[in-house]
């Protein structure tokens, strides 16, 4: 069974402080990507990377994927209270079936 | 990009009775993905609904459980059966943009089952 662990799991922050989610699985997978999910909405994508060690920038958010393709992190600097959510990776299983992962609840302080 | 319609948006339901939430997708897609959100956690695969065939249910869920339609190529229906309260959850509707792999998501139905 192919499983993400992400972490870390809740994270309150002020506004202005960076911070790093993590998502590791031991499977490799062909991509990777990374969703933002408020509340009493579906996720929304942020990201997908597909090359190992790929290294994608949005605006204040970067994203890469590990060099073997099991791990991926996401950074974000200069936090704002817009970035509140729930964070989901989610890996391709296959060829169209994605695997999510355990989710970091994120909440920026104002 | 995909909208995505879920109807009901969110229901309180009795044990043993069954709910059938609605997908109605704004373009014709191959694929339609249901998934389970349970309170607090991350998306879980039910089922990929494939027009003209059986669904494709993953280890955990069954059919008898999670009967699934897929009429034609804009619309399915997820049904939970003799619900329980470990069904309560945010059932979600999903489809896949095909080349960029991107996944569309409806708003989801959260059902609390008393």
């Known amino acids: 069974t192919q499983l993400l662990e992400q972490s870390p799991q809740f994270l309150s922050i002020q506004e202005g402080e960076n911070l790093t989610v993590y998502c590791n699985s031991s499977s490799v997978f062909s991509s990777l990507q990374w969703y933002r999910q408020e509340p009493g909405e579906g996720p929304v994508l942020l990201v997908t990377v597909v090359t190992g060690g790929e290294v994608k920038k949005l605006k204040r958010l970067t994203f890469q994927f590990g060099d073997a393709r099991k791990d991926s992190s996401l950074h974000i600097t200069a936090a704002q209270p817009g970035d509140t959510g729930l964070y989901l990776c989610?890996?391709?299983?296959?060829?169209?079936?994605?695997?999510f992962g355990t989710g970091t609840r994120l909440k920026v302080l104002a | 990009s995909a909208v995505i319609s879920q109807k009901p948006s969110r229901d309180i339901c009795q044990r043993g009775t069954s709910l059938t939430i609605q997908c109605q997708v704004d373009?014709?897609?191959?694929?339609m993905f249901w998934y389970r959100q349970q309170p607090g956690q991350s998306l879980t695969l039910i089922a990929t609904a494939n027009q003209g065939s059986e669904a494709t249910y993953e280890s955990g869920f069954v059919i008898d459980k999670f009967p699934i339609s897929r009429p034609n190529l804009t619309f399915s229906t997820l049904t939970v059966s003799n619900m329980s309260p470990e069904d309560s959850s945010i059932y979600l509707c999903s489809v896949g943009a095909g080349a960029t792999g991107e996944l569309f998501f409806g708003e989801g139905s959260r059902l609390t089952v008393l």
């Open positions: 989610a890996g391709l299983s296959g060829t169209y079936k994605y695997i």
């Open positions: 373009s014709q897609v191959t694929m």
